[in-house]
């Protein structure tokens, strides 16, 4: 068994017109180092901790832990489309493991993955289906949400899994750091809108560009300084880095779910992500990171952020 890590943010602004060139190829740059360490790592399995935003898991039954023993990826801005490689087996496997370590999960054998788990995959593989991948929800926006604490449970419950196996494992974290886009919420969303979010009623094409549109639209006024979300927290972002690096994750215990949305945002929750994933290399024993980028991106709404990881 060997881990290594692979923890980024991601957004749809990067496959949608708007953001300068400038920022785009820092950004890509940044990318392509993380490429190069998971390239020369050569992993046979990923597994991945990702989000949703009410593409896959909706208010009618919204589980804080699942893992997907099948995947399809519904193709929202420009992504994959269809199915990932998901070894069933292991899949299974995994849950079982979870579960045997007392952390509550779900299992999907037949989950919805939308640019959240998969614009990572082909960011740093070229496409989704390149690698074998378990992937694994973590409900960051659906409120109410557990403790982070629980996040770093599953982590570190997925970790001793992987640890038995006879295989090179990425383990990747996708999302965060302190944004606050336009997410509805159950208090705020219109009938429509509410329908969605609750029952998992499809978008049409044209509900998929005006949501394309208005995500543009934000995104030109929060750059612009003419916007009402919550500003980018740099401050925190390098705080929740400083501590991810020095591997002091039990610090994260201590981090309410109000300080959470009070210092990063609404969707920041995205970092529990980030906090299973290093919690499963932990598993593995003390981490050294590497590849280290951050950028306070107002043209993405967030605070984007890539660690690459391998124990010491």
Not at 33 to 55: C, K, M, Q, W
Not at 293 to 309: S, V
Request: hydrophobic letters at 45%.
């Amino acid at each position: 068994m060997t881990l290594a890590l692979c923890c980024m943010s991601h957004s749809p602004l990067l496959n949608l017109p708007g953001p300068s060139r400038d920022l785009l190829d820092d950004i890509e740059g940044a990318i392509a180092r993380a490429r190069t360490f998971v390239e020369g790592y050569d992993p046979e399995l990923v597994v991945i901790f990702s989000p949703d935003h009410y593409n896959g898991f909706f208010y009618k039954v919204m589980p804080p832990f699942c893992i997907g023993m099948r995947a399809n990826g519904v193709g929202d801005y420009g992504t994959h489309a269809g199915p990932l490689d998901v070894p069933e087996d292991l899949a299974s496997e995994c849950a079982k493991a979870v579960l045997g370590a007392g952390v509550d999960v779900a299992v999907s054998v037949g989950m919805d993955v939308d640019h959240g788990t998969v614009q990572p995959l082909e960011k740093l593989f070229g496409n989704a289906t390149a690698r074998p991948v378990i992937p694994i929800f973590v409900n960051a926006i659906a409120v109410p949400l557990g403790p982070l604490h629980r996040c770093r449970a599953l982590g570190t419950a997925v970790g001793a899994y992987l640890a038995s196996l006879d295989k090179r494992v990425l383990v990747v974290g996708s999302g965060g750091l302190s944004h606050s886009p336009p997410v509805p919420t159950l208090a705020t969303a219109p009938p429509a809108v509410l329908e969605r979010i609750v029952d998992g009623r499809p978008m049409t094409p044209e509900q998929r560009q005006a949501r394309q549109a208005a995500v543009i639209d934000a995104a030109k006024s929060f750059a612009g300084g003419q916007s009402e979300l919550q500003p980018l927290n740099p401050v925190w972002d390098q705080q929740f880095l400083e501590i991810i690096d020095e591997g002091r994750l039990a610090d994260l215990d201590q981090w309410s779910n109000s300080f959470v949305v009070h210092e990063g945002g609404g969707s920041a929750h995205e970092i529990r992500t980030w906090v299973a994933a290093f919690a499963a290399l932990e598993a593995a024993g003390p981490y050294q990171t590497s590849v280290r980028y951050y950028k306070p991106a107002a043209e993405l709404i967030a605070g984007f952020a890539i660690r690459t990881a391998v124990p010491t």
